[in-house]
C-alpha cells in the first residue's frame, strides 16, 4: 500500500526557523499550523466524564440510547435539522477514524472511486487508498464530466465548512449535490466539525445559529437516504483529546457501519460516551467557545491582511486561508522570520501552491503577539 509522506513532517525545517527568530516580545514561537485546541475542556463535560469513570464492561458500539436521542436533538436545535433518526446516529472514535475508513466499512475497494474536494484535507485521500480505492480530487461536479459506471464515485465526500478554505456550502449547493448523487447512485458524507463556527454576517433570518447541514430538510427533501453527516466535538467543546464524534444520517447505511464496528472492536470508551451526551446537551460553553475565537479572529484577521495576504472563504472555522500571489513556501518563510509558523496549501492539494492556512488555535497572548509582529515594520 502507498500511501503519501506525512505532510507535517516537512514543516520541521521552517517551524525550526521560526522558532530561532528573534521577536520583540519573548514569547518565541506563536505557532498557528495546527487546529488543535488550547482551552479548557468545559467543566459539564469534565464532570460527565468523572461520573462514568467507573467503567469495568465493555460499552456499546451503537452508543447509548440517550447519547443517540441527544445527537438528534442536537441536529434539531442548532442544525435546523428536526428529522434525525436516532437509530441513525453512531458514535465514533474521533471523526478521522471514521474519514479514514469510512471507504473500507463500506466495503469499497479495487475498481471503486471516492470522490473528495481539490482543495480538502488530506485524509480523504488516505481513506480511498487504505481501501484500494481510486481517490479522485474533483473541483465541482462539472469536473467529473461525462460518467460510466467506471468512473461514477461510489462515495462521494463534502466538508463544509471547509478545511483548509473556511468555505461554507449553501442550501442551494448542497441540493444540487445531493440530487445529483441520487441520479447516480452516489452515497455523499459530509464532513461538518466546523459547523458550530460560523463567521457569516449576511446569514438569512431564521436560520439556526450553525452552517447548513447535508441532512438539512430544504436539501434532502425529506428524506436521508444515501447520506452522512461526521461530525467531532473536538473544536466546538475542546474534545480533541477525548476522541468524541459522532456519523449521523441514513439508518440503513448507519447500521451496515455498525455492523463492522461491531466486528472490528471500534468502540468508543463509555465514559468518552457520558461525556459526548453532555457535551451535545449543552450550549452555553459552545457559545463561550465561539466568542473566544471570535476575538481571536478580530485580532488576526487584519494584521494578516496588513502583512500583505488576501484572506478567501474563512467564513466559518478556524483558519484564515490566506495568499501573497507566491509559492506558498516563500510565504512560510516571511512569517517564519516573524515566529509565526503557519501550514502550506500544499498540503491539501497541487491547486493551492500559493495560499497558506493560518489557525485562530492559540491562547489570546500568543494571538495578540502574531498580530503585532505583523503589523510591525519590516521582514
Known amino acids: 500500500m502507498k500511501l503519501p509522506d506525512f505532510p507535517w513532517d516537512s514543516l520541521a525545517p521552517v517551524k525550526?526557523?521560526?522558532?530561532?527568530a528573534v521577536v520583540p516580545d519573548g514569547l518565541g514561537l506563536v505557532d498557528l499550523s495546527v487546529g488543535t485546541p488550547v482551552d479548557p475542556t468545559p467543566e459539564v463535560v469534565q464532570e460527565a466524564l468523572r461520573s462514568a469513570s467507573?467503567?469495568?464492561?465493555?460499552?456499546?458500539?451503537?452508543?447509548?440510547?440517550?447519547?443517540?436521542?441527544?445527537?438528534?436533538?442536537?441536529?434539531?436545535?442548532?442544525r435546523g435539522v428536526p428529522d434525525v433518526d436516532p437509530d441513525g446516529v453512531l458514535p465514533t472514535i474521533g471523526s478521522k477514524e471514521l474519514v479514514a475508513w469510512l471507504p473500507t466499512l463500506m466495503g469499497l475497494g479495487a475498481g471503486d472511486v471516492v470522490g473528495f474536494?481539490?482543495?480538502?484535507?488530506?485524509?480523504?485521500?488516505?481513506?480511498?487508498?487504505?481501501?484500494?480505492?481510486a481517490p479522485l480530487a474533483v473541483d465541482g461536479l462539472a469536473a467529473l464530466g461525462p460518467l460510466t459506471p467506471a468512473t461514477t464515485p461510489k462515495l462521494l465526500w463534502l466538508n463544509t465548512p471547509g478545511n483548509p478554505t473556511g468555505q461554507v456550502l449553501g442550501v442551494e449547493h448542497l441540493a444540487k449535490v445531493v440530487d445529483w448523487a441520487r441520479r447516480?447512485?452516489?452515497?455523499?458524507a459530509s464532513d461538518e466539525c466546523y459547523a458550530e463556527l460560523d463567521w457569516r454576517e449576511d446569514r438569512r433570518a431564521g436560520e439556526p445559529p450553525t452552517t447548513p447541514s447535508i441532512l438539512d430538510p430544504r436539501v434532502t427533501g425529506g428524506s436521508h437516504e444515501g447520506l452522512l453527516c461526521i461530525y467531532s466535538l473536538s473544536k466546538q467543546s475542546n474534545l480533541a483529546g477525548y476522541?468524541?464524534?459522532?456519523?449521523?444520517g441514513d439508518p440503513a447505511l448507519v447500521r451496515r457501519l455498525l455492523e463492522v464496528r461491531k466486528h472490528a472492536g471500534m468502540i468508543p470508551p463509555w465514559p468518552v460516551q457520558v461525556a459526548l451526551t453532555a457535551a451535545v446537551s449543552d450550549s452555553s460553553h459552545v457559545e463561550e467557545q465561539k466568542a473566544r475565537y471570535a476575538a481571536r479572529r478580530a485580532v488576526l484577521l487584519p494584521a494578516v491582511r496588513e502583512f500583505g495576504l488576501e484572506v478567501t472563504h474563512s467564513e466559518a472555522g478556524l483558519y484564515l486561508w490566506a495568499s501573497a500571489g507566491?509559492?506558498?513556501?516563500?510565504?512560510?518563510?516571511?512569517?517564519?522570520?516573524?515566529?509565526?509558523?503557519?501550514?502550506?496549501?500544499?498540503?491539501?492539494?497541487?491547486?493551492?501552491?500559493?495560499?497558506?492556512r493560518i489557525a485562530l488555535t492559540a491562547d489570546d497572548e500568543h494571538i495578540a503577539a502574531a498580530a503585532a509582529r505583523l503589523a510591525a515594520p519590516g521582514a
Not at 474536494?117 to 480505492?133: E, F, I, K, Q, W
Not at 447516480?184 to 455523499?188: A, D, L, T
Open 16 to 20: 525550526e526557523r521560526a522558532s530561532s
Open 54 to 78: 467507573n467503567a469495568p464492561g465493555y460499552p456499546q458500539t451503537w452508543g447509548t440510547p440517550a447519547l443517540r436521542e441527544a445527537v438528534a436533538a442536537w441536529f434539531a436545535e442548532r
Open 117 to 133: 474536494p481539490s482543495v480538502a484535507y488530506p485524509t480523504y485521500d488516505v481513506g480511498a487508498r487504505l481501501a484500494g480505492a
Open 184 to 188: 447516480h447512485g452516489v452515497v455523499v
Open 243 to 248: 476522541r468524541a464524534a459522532f456519523v449521523a
Open 326 to 356: 507566491e509559492d506558498a513556501w516563500v510565504t512560510l518563510d516571511r512569517l517564519a522570520a516573524r515566529g509565526i509558523l503557519a501550514a502550506p496549501g500544499t498540503f491539501y492539494g497541487p491547486a493551492s501552491g500559493q495560499h497558506v
